[in-house]
């Protein structure tokens, strides 16, 4: 996002170990690219494959259609947020983009931008980080867990958190429930 003189705004991560990050990231213009259960699968995998590669742990995750909020935790002194953004945003786009041309989808061309003159790119995340604040204490983790789970209710999507599939609200309301093979891993809350 530009500024009115021109200048980019720049969000800053504070990588603080022993602390949780509350992280929220957007479809490109606020499109709902993420009402296909198909593509929050793979937005799930990809959220696997990176928390693990980067060390952090999935604490809680909601899927909106049209941006996605995640609560993670670092398992390690140098886990760098943004590597993880990055790690996740980055390979989920290209298989949508690669996705999308193999089934010559018309919705490939509304995602591609004009990035400068002559030069267009395709655009599945809205561009720069998202928001991303830093949970120090373990009391305010369980408000950023009510939060997050309640936001599809606020958003009139469902009447309960129980009915939204692509949540953690179940992994910490029904434990017993059995596991959604389409969800990302959930490590829970560390002590």
Request: net charge positive; charged share 25%.
């Given at each position: 996002m530009k500024t009115p003189l021109g200048f980019r705004k720049k969000i800053c991560h504070f990588n603080v170990?022993?602390?949780?990050?509350?992280?929220?990231?957007?479809?490109?213009?606020?499109?709902?690219?993420?009402?296909?259960d198909g593509r929050c699968a793979l937005l799930a995998r990809s959220i696997d494959r990176a928390t693990l590669r980067?060390?952090?742990?999935?604490v809680a995750f909601v899927f909106m259609p049209d941006h996605v909020h995640l609560m993670v935790s670092?398992?390690?002194?140098?886990?760098?947020?943004e590597d993880l953004l990055y790690a996740?945003?980055?390979p989920f786009s290209y298989r949508v983009k690669i996705e999308l041309q193999e089934r010559d989808?018309?919705?490939?061309?509304?995602?591609?931008?004009?990035?400068?003159?002559?030069?267009?790119?395709?655009?599945f995340w809205q561009e720069g980080p998202?928001?991303?604040?830093?949970?120090?204490?373990?009391?305010?983790?369980?408000?950023?867990?009510?939060?997050?789970h309640l936001n599809p209710v606020r958003r009139g999507l469902c009447s309960h958190p129980s009915d939204w599939r692509w949540?953690?609200?179940?992994y910490y309301?029904?434990?017993?429930?059995?596991v959604d093979p389409d969800l990302p891993r959930i490590d829970g809350c560390p002590a």
């Open positions: 170990p022993g602390q949780w990050h509350e992280l929220t990231f957007s479809c490109v213009r606020k499109i709902p690219l993420l009402a296909n980067h060390r952090f742990g999935l670092s398992t390690r002194d140098s886990g760098r947020v996740i945003k980055r989808d018309p919705l490939l061309d509304s995602l591609m931008i004009r990035e400068r003159p002559g030069k267009r790119c395709f655009r998202g928001y991303d604040r830093n949970v120090a204490t373990r009391g305010y983790v369980a408000g950023v867990l009510s939060y997050l949540s953690s609200w179940k309301n029904h434990p017993e429930s059995s």
